[in-house]
């Protein structure tokens, strides 16, 4: 037997609903970090620190962030 259902609503009545915490302060500073970053205002090893204290991804994830930032910089510059 197979059961399917189907709920509509908003992902802020999911979070709600499954009693998650709203993270939408810490996400809106993450990405005024990362543009700042990207134009030049905030240095790239301060979001970087930030980076691996909220989401570890080892030496292989950082790398690929370091180029992006280095690219953006070199582009800008």
């Known amino acids: 037997m197979k059961i399917n259902v189907e709920v509509d609503c908003t992902p802020e009545e999911a979070r709600r609903v499954m009693g998650l915490p709203d993270f939408t302060p810490v996400h809106e500073k993450y990405i005024a ?45």
């Open 33 to 77: 970090m990362l543009t700042d970053s990207m134009d030049g205002v905030v240095a790239p090893d301060m979001l970087e620190n930030v980076m691996k204290s909220w989401a570890p991804m080892g030496d292989a994830g950082m790398n690929l962030w370091r180029k992006m930032f280095e690219s953006s910089t070199k582009s800008s510059g």
